[in-house]
């Protein structure tokens, strides 16, 4: 039962298939921040997949490289990212040994880049059989302004994408 304004349902996943599918081994679960790892958590609590899978975690995080070209400005950007990847591993790290406690093979993956582009490298990378992401659920002018890492990747998804809120 999927969720509406009046049911006390929670709202349903959505997977999205681009063809056959197979097996689902290998997951990858991209991570925007923390109410994404919760979300995700709560969602791989419930124990979706009847065979076992190895999950990916990924986080993305934009290059702070200068339009403008410089020694002193790219060296200052440069040191940014080194301590931006740090703490986003550290991040991940704590997501993945959640995952290890609820019975999951996981390992994280920390990079730079832009999310869409980043997450289809990596799924093609990784050979995944599903990417499995949260959704905001964002409506209207809002999706117009901000975008949709989802919409983006359902034009160009190698795999299924499983889609919860």
């Not at 298939?17 to 997951?27: D, S």
């Not at 609590?45 to 999950?55: G, R, T, Y």
């Not at 996981?106 to 992401?133: F, H, W, Y």
Request: hydrophobic share 45%; with cysteine; glycine share 6%.
């Amino acid at each position: 039962m999927c969720h509406t304004a009046s049911s006390p349902w929670p709202p349903c996943a959505t997977l999205i298939v681009n063809g056959p599918v197979k097996a689902m081994k290998q997951i990858l679960l991209p991570l925007q921040g923390l109410s994404d790892a919760e979300a995700a958590i709560r969602f791989l609590s419930l124990k979706p997949f009847h065979d076992p899978v190895e999950v990916t975690l990924l986080t993305v995080l934009p290059s702070t490289q200068p339009p403008w070209p410089g020694d002193a400005a790219a060296a200052a950007a440069e040191k940014l990212e080194e301590q931006a990847l740090h703490s986003a591993r550290g991040y991940i790290e704590s997501v993945t040994e959640r995952l290890h406690a609820l019975g999951y093979q996981a390992r994280g993956i920390a990079v730079l880049g832009t999310p869409s582009a980043m997450i289809l490298q990596e799924a093609s990378n990784l050979r995944s059989d599903l990417i499995l992401m949260g959704t905001s659920g964002r409506q209207g002018i809002t999706r117009f302004v901000l975008g949709s890492v989802s919409h983006a990747l359902l034009h160009k998804m190698p795999c299924p994408v499983l889609a919860f809120h």
